[in-house]
């Protein structure tokens, strides 16, 4: 693709990300507004422009599935040289590659989970060892380690964050705990997760010989998710970057959901500032969802930040850019069971009318609620898979599959089609034609089989558009590939994931289900900042969906039960038929339009002019201006575009296009 290809292929704002090649660039990106598209396409037209060479770019992500897809698009636009990985997989690259010239011999072998370790250094200093108790306490070691709180400092940290210490001990107790945890990794001869960043860092900074090389090598960076990074992730960036400027970074303030991890906004929303001149660049054009699924998005984020008693800047607004789609779908059901099997049903009808099982996403707040959609499903007879589980490429169907794969990529046919080729072969690890009718394990071994059945059409599909034919080695190096970043392929079966799980991916549809209050907020969301986390757990969970969308909870939680549950907080002023389905007063919020009687003439004259432009236009009302905003508009009545700017929901692009009309019919309103 020439440099001109390239950028035909973007939209405005894309377009404008993928020419700011000098940086700083911050790229705001809101969910489902290709993001993903706009920073593998700058990459590219980096290189084909000469500004970049491919073997200079590192692209780090939070996810190994991120990192594949990032790789993926970039060897498609012609970019195959480009090092796409996590921040831990590069920085075990280097860690490994230096860590004989600066240390001497092989590096510490790195412990898969902490459990043990943590468990040993409970026994040590006297704290209780029990499972959760152990699992608690290992989560507050890492967000120690993320958060660069050394042992001495935690009882102050955790004071000025306010953080609970788990399991109700002493702050100096748990601090115990982590200075005996670093003993016995000591002792075992063994690192964790946290200690490859930390100790490339220090070779970073403290051998200028190797934070030579590394810059020699690496000299522009792009961070996706920015809004994820831990300060210790933010440590080693800076090391990799000595102090220049070649940095990108894209994220969107709405979708931070791990800041229990250590995961902070800070660096995102302060980038500009830390980055005097930075090009600041905002995505909103939402190519993901239907305007239905945008505007209740917008709704449900729109109140963000409100008495956290933190100054934030006001969330993106979304443009939905797609047609018209269904309407969000609302359900309250008696209890739990009657939600798990409502939502099967309706699952059923989705794959009886076409959609694909594999586009079909259940997704609920805790883990512990999978199991009655696991049971309601295999009930109804809908193939699910539940996301968290098993890694596909640990499974033993799996990897009894690749070896048969391996064996005949020496001896396949150079003559059979890759599709026709790789199924023979898979036939030996039993896979069929037709899928087997009974549930339970032997229907999980032929999905997985036939998701690789699936994936050699693809890899064939594209050898051909690359002008050759596919072979069975192709697909091997494929699944290598996908194994190093557990991309693992698609298999044919309704998703069942946590909201957490479910960051970064996307369904044709989409089931939020035990949307009440204890379960979404959680209970254990005490302080404010951690119920507007919820919230944003919610929007994240919204913006999954491309078409159909349903939203549900339970009144009671078993059968028979009283019906004491009510729907979430964040649903307050969107619950079809809800007393408070519209904006309400209080919250430090202007009054609701129906509140005000001037404010009810102003907004039945916005809601017509709104809903003629609409018509003028060919499109749903919200996508000129969502309701939410008509209602706040209504109450405050700007007078001035500055004043315009101040209310949620009106963004640069808002005030743009129709700023100075929305501004003329509230001016006609307040004298009439």
Same mark, same amino acid.
């Given at each position: 693709?020439?440099p001109?290809d390239l950028?035909?292929?973007?939209?405005?704002?894309?377009?404008?990300?993928?020419?700011?090649l000098?940086?700083?660039?911050c790229?705001?990106a809101?969910?489902?507004?290709?993001?993903?598209?706009?920073i593998t396409?700058?990459?590219?037209y980096g290189i084909?422009?000469?500004?970049?060479?491919?073997d200079?770019?590192?692209?780090?992500?939070f996810?190994?599935?991120a990192?594949?897809?990032?790789?993926?698009?970039l060897?498609?636009?012609?970019?195959?040289?480009v090092q796409?990985?996590?921040?831990?997989?590069a920085?075990?690259r280097?860690l490994?590659?230096?860590?004989?010239k600066v240390?001497g011999?092989?590096p510490p072998?790195?412990?898969?989970?902490?459990?043990?370790?943590?468990a040993?250094?409970?026994r040590?200093?006297?704290?209780?060892?029990?499972?959760?108790?152990?699992r608690?306490?290992?989560?507050?070691v890492?967000?120690a380690k993320?958060?660069?709180v050394?042992?001495?400092?935690?009882a102050v940290a955790?004071a000025a964050?306010?953080r609970?210490?788990?399991g109700?001990?002493?702050a100096?107790?748990?601090a115990?705990l982590?200075?005996?945890?670093?003993?016995v990794?000591?002792?075992r001869?063994?690192?964790?997760?946290?200690?490859?960043?930390?100790l490339l860092?220090?070779?970073l900074?403290?051998?200028?010989?190797?934070?030579r090389?590394?810059?020699?090598?690496y000299r522009?960076f792009?961070v996706d998710e920015?809004q994820d990074?831990?300060?210790l992730q933010q440590y080693l960036?800076?090391?990799?970057?000595g102090g220049?400027?070649?940095?990108?970074?894209?994220?969107d303030?709405?979708?931070t959901?791990?800041?229990f991890a250590g995961?902070?906004?800070?660096?995102?929303l302060?980038?500009?500032?830390?980055?005097?001149?930075?090009?600041?660049v905002r995505?909103?054009?939402?190519?993901?969802?239907?305007p239905?699924?945008?505007?209740?998005?917008?709704?449900?984020?729109a109140h963000?930040?409100r008495g956290?008693?933190?100054?934030?800047?006001?969330p993106?607004e979304?443009?939905a850019?797609?047609p018209?789609?269904?309407?969000?779908?609302?359900?309250?059901?008696?209890?739990d069971?009657?939600e798990?099997?409502?939502?099967a049903?309706?699952?059923a009808?989705?794959?009886a009318?076409?959609?694909?099982?594999?586009?079909? !996403?259940? /997704?609920?707040?805790?883990n512990a609620q999978?199991? %009655?959609f696991e049971? @309601?499903?295999?009930t109804? +007879? $809908?193939?699910?898979?539940?996301?968290?589980?098993?890694?596909f490429?640990?499974?033993?169907d799996?990897?009894e599959a690749l070896v048969?794969?391996r064996g005949?990529a020496?001896a396949?046919?150079?003559?059979?089609a890759?599709g026709e080729?790789?199924r023979?072969?898979l036939?030996?690890?039993g896979w069929?034609e037709?899928?087997?009718?009974?549930?339970?394990?032997?229907r999980d071994?032929w999905?997985a089989?036939?998701a690789?059945?699936r994936?050699?059409?693809?890899?064939?599909a594209r050898a051909?558009s690359?002008?050759?034919?596919g072979?069975? !080695?192709? /697909?091997?190096?494929?699944?290598?590939?996908?194994? %190093?970043?557990q991309h @693992?392929?698609t298999?044919? +079966? $309704?998703?069942?994931?946590?909201l957490?799980?479910?960051?970064?991916?996307?369904?044709?549809a989409v089931?939020?289900?035990g949307l009440?209050?204890?379960?979404l907020?959680?209970?254990?969301?005490?302080?404010p900042?951690?119920?507007?986390e919820?919230?944003?757990?919610l929007?994240?969970g919204v913006?999954?969906?491309?078409?159909h969308?349903?939203?549900?909870?339970?009144?009671?939680?078993l059968p028979?039960?009283?019906?004491?549950?009510?729907?979430?907080?964040?649903?307050?002023?969107l619950?079809?038929?809800?007393?408070?389905?519209?904006?309400? !007063?209080g919250?430090g919020?202007?009054?609701?339009?129906?509140?005000?009687?001037?404010?009810?003439?102003v907004l039945a004259?916005?809601t017509r002019?709104?809903?003629e432009?609409a018509?003028?236009?060919?499109?749903?009302?919200g996508r000129?201006?969502a309701?939410?905003?008509l209602h706040?508009?209504?109450?405050?009545?700007p007078a001035s575009r500055e004043?315009?700017?101040?209310v949620?929901?009106?963004g640069?692009q808002t005030?743009?296009?129709v700023g100075d009309d929305?501004?003329?019919?509230?001016?006609r309103?307040?004298?009439?």
């Open positions: 693709m020439s001109d950028l035909a292929a973007l939209d405005p704002e894309q377009r404008a990300v993928a020419t700011a000098r940086g700083p660039v790229v705001l809101g969910a489902g507004t290709g993001k993903t598209r706009a396409h700058r990459i590219a084909r422009t000469g500004v970049f060479r491919a200079h770019v590192l692209a780090v992500t996810t190994a599935r990192a594949g897809e990032m790789r993926t698009r060897r498609e636009l012609g970019a195959a040289g796409a990985r996590t921040f831990h997989a920085a075990l280097q490994t590659y230096f860590w004989p240390v011999g092989a072998r790195i412990a898969e989970a902490k459990a043990q370790l943590v040993e250094a409970a040590r200093v006297g704290l209780p060892a029990d499972r959760t108790g152990v608690d306490l290992a989560a507050e890492e967000w993320v958060s660069l050394v042992p001495d400092e935690y955790v964050v306010d609970v210490v788990p109700g001990h002493d100096a107790a748990v115990r982590m200075t005996a945890y670093e003993q990794k000591d002792e001869g063994v690192i964790d997760f946290e200690d490859v960043l930390l860092a220090a070779m900074a403290e051998r200028p010989d190797v934070g090389e590394v810059r020699g090598q522009h792009v920015y990074v831990s300060p960036l800076d090391q990799w970057l220049r400027e070649e940095l990108c970074v894209v994220g303030p709405s979708q959901i791990y800041s995961a902070t906004p800070h660096h995102l302060t980038f500009a500032r830390t980055h005097p001149g930075a090009q600041v995505l909103v054009r939402d190519y993901r969802s239907t239905q699924v945008v505007e209740l998005a917008n709704r449900v984020i963000a930040g956290t008693g933190a100054s934030t800047p006001a993106l979304l443009r850019q797609r018209d789609g269904p309407a969000v779908r609302w359900a309250a059901y008696a209890d069971e009657a798990a099997a409502g939502i049903a309706a699952a009808r989705l794959v009318d076409g959609v694909p099982a594999s586009q079909i !996403a259940v /997704l609920y707040r805790t999978a199991e %009655a049971e @309601a499903l295999g109804a +007879g $809908v193939a699910y898979q539940v996301r968290g589980g098993e890694r490429f640990s499974r033993r799996v990897r048969f794969l005949g020496r396949a046919d150079p003559q059979v890759l080729a790789a023979d072969l036939r030996n690890a069929t037709q899928a087997p009718t009974t549930r339970g394990a032997a071994r999905e089989l036939d690789l059945a994936l050699a059409d693809e890899v064939e051909t690359e002008g050759r034919r072979s069975v !080695a192709d /697909l091997v190096a494929e699944l290598d590939e996908r194994a %190093a970043a @693992a392929p298999v044919e +079966g $309704v998703t069942l994931a946590s957490h799980a479910a960051k970064g991916l996307e369904w044709d089931f939020l289900a009440s209050e204890g379960l907020p959680t209970s254990l969301a005490e302080t900042e951690a119920i507007e919820e919230r944003r757990l929007y994240v913006t999954r969906a491309r078409e969308l349903q939203l549900s909870y339970a009144r009671s939680r028979g039960g009283r019906a004491s549950r009510r729907p979430s907080r964040f649903l307050d002023a619950w079809p038929g809800s007393s408070a389905a519209r904006p309400r !007063a919250a919020g202007p009054p609701a339009a129906d509140e005000d009687p001037r404010a009810s003439a004259a916005l002019w709104r809903d432009r018509r003028e236009l060919g499109v749903s009302p000129v201006l309701t939410h905003a706040t508009l209504a109450a405050r009545r004043e315009l700017a101040l949620p929901g009106i640069a005030l743009a296009t929305v501004l003329a019919v509230l001016a309103s307040v004298r009439a």
